[in-house]
C-alpha cells in the first residue's frame, strides 16, 4: 500500500466544447504527494491548475484516470460520500469557498468541527475552533463576523477554518491572490507552519514565483499537461 497523500494517475478531464469538439482541459496527469510535503502548481491561466483541484477535492469527476487521497479512491464514490471524504480528509481554501457572512469568525471556525461530528458538546467545540483562530493570531477577533474583517484577515479566519480538523490534506487556490505582499507572506508563512505541525500535505496553485519557490517540489501546467520537480 501507498503511503501517498494523493496519487493522481493518468488522469484527463474532456468536456464538450463549441459545435461538438471536445476540450481537452486535463491531459494525463499522474503525481504523488507525501505526507506533509508542499507541492504548488504554477502555469498560464487557463491551462487547468483549478480543474486539477477541483478533480482532488471530488468536487469535478475527471473522465479518465484515478485519484485516490488519503487512501481512498474517489472514482465510484455518490455525491454524499464525497460530501464526507471532504469533511474528513480535506482542508479547502479556494476564493470562492466564502466565509458565511452572518457568522462569527469562531462560529466559520466552528462550523467545520460541528459538521465532522454532530454529537461533539459546543464547549469542546469552542475550545478548538479559539485555538485554530488564535494558531492564526485572531484570537481577539473571535466574535467579529467576515464583514468586520480585512481582506487579509478573512483568509487567516479561512485558513484556520480549513486546517481546524488537521486534515491530511490542504486544496489552495492562489492562497495569496487578493492579498497585499506582506499579508501574502503572513498568511503563507501561517499555512506552512500549520501544515508541519499537523503533517498536512499542501497542493496549492499560484501565479507566484516567490511562494512557489517555498514549496517542497514544484509542477507546471501547461495546456492541462503537468510537468514535476522545477527547480527553485
Ligand atoms: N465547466 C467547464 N466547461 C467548459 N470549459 C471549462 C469548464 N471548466 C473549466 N473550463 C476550461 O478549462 C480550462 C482550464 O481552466 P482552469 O480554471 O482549470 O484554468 P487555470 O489554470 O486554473 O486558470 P487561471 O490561472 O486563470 O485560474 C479553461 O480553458 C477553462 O475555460
Known sequence: ?????????????VLPGAEGHPLTILNDVSFT?????????VGPSGSGKTSL?????????????SVRIA??????MDEDKLAIFRRRKL????QNFHLVPSMTALENVALTLEIADPTRSWTSVETEALAALDAVGLSARAGHRPSALSGGEQQRVGLARAMVA?????????PTGNLDQETGAKVVSLMFDLARRNGTAILLVT??????AKADRRFAMSLGVLAEDIPA
Request: proline share 7%.
Open 53 to 65: 483541484l477541483m478533480i482532488l477535492a471530488g468536487l469535478e469527476r475527471p473522465t479518465s484516470g
Open 207 to 212: 501565479h507566484d514565483p516567490a511562494l512557489a
Open 71 to 76: 487512501g481512498t479512491d474517489l472514482a465510484g
Open 33 to 41: 504527494l507525501g505526507a506533509g510535503e508542499v507541492g504548488a502548481v
Open 166 to 174: 488537521k486534515p491530511p490534506l490542504l486544496l489552495a487556490d492562489e
Open 1 to 13: 500500500m501507498s503511503s501517498a497523500v494523493v496519487e493522481a494517475r493518468g488522469v484527463g478531464l
Open 91 to 94: 482542508g479547502i481554501l479556494f
